[in-house]
T-cell receptor, first 114, second 119 residues
């Protein structure tokens, strides 16, 4: 079965540190890729998405992600994190062209120390 | 509405009781999805609707779970004879897919969820 792996369960950083959260998926065909964020007490929000074209996608709040097809990866990055980035981050995959469900990773909790 | 609306936001029930969870999708969104978020399990897909029909029910964990959608809008997820392992946050998402005959990308927008606690 297709799956999504997020390598880090909990990441703790100080403000201004750089962030990279790993995401790998297991599916050999076309995929659409997403990162969602869930701030404490809030609902899931779309951070960024990849459907096609430039593999480096930019999202809200200074986040970006790079799709590397050969590595089946879609890592999330931010050059300098802020305390307000404290949240849980979920990588998700939709099998290409599919109207169906997203397959989610188990999430990475990010704690940013002020 | 402006976003996906779910009710109730919290539900506490006794083991063995039936519960109904409601989802009101973004206006005009043709696709609707139910997921379950529980500790240690992440987000699990339950069922998906395109219009009023459910092409994929593969995620429903048992026959105690059912869902319907009427008028291409509101959906209800019903859990019969609730068990303690049903305790979780139930999330609904909607997506504009093929609405009005257009081809649209499957971008899912989530509601705030219903937190179900089975005592």
């Amino acid at each position: 079965a297709q799956s999504v792996s997020q390598h880090n369960h909990h990441v703790i950083l100080s403000e201004a540190a750089s962030l990279e959260l790993g995401c790998n998926y297991s599916y050999g065909g076309t995929v659409n890729l997403f990162w969602y964020v869930q701030y404490p007490g809030q609902h899931l929000q779309l951070l960024l998405k990849y459907f096609s074209g430039d593999p480096l996608v930019k999202g809200i709040k200074g986040f970006e992600a790079e799709f590397i097809k050969s590595k089946f990866s879609f890592n999330l990055r931010k050059p300098s994190v802020q305390w307000s980035d404290t949240a849980e981050y979920f990588c998700a995959v939709n099998l290409g062209g599919s109207q169906g469900n997203l397959i989610f990773g188990k999430g990475t909790k990010l704690s940013v120390k002020p | 509405g402006a976003g996906v609306s779910q009710s109730p936001s919290n539900k506490v029930t006794e083991k063995g009781k039936d519960v109904e969870l409601r989802c009101d999708p973004i206006s005009g969104h043709t696709a609707l999805y139910w997921y379950r978020q529980s500790l240690g399990q992440g987000l699990e897909f339950l069922i998906y609707f395109q219009g009023n029909s459910a092409p994929d029910k593969s995620g429903l964990p048992s026959d105690r779970f059912s869902a319907e959608r009427t008028g291409g809008s509101v959906s209800t997820l019903t859990i019969q004879r609730t068990q303690q392992e049903d305790s979780a946050v139930y999330l609904c998402a909607s997506s504009l897919l093929g609405g009005g005959g257009r081809v649209a990308k499957n971008i899912q927008y989530f509601g705030a969820g219903t937190r179900l606690s089975v005592l």
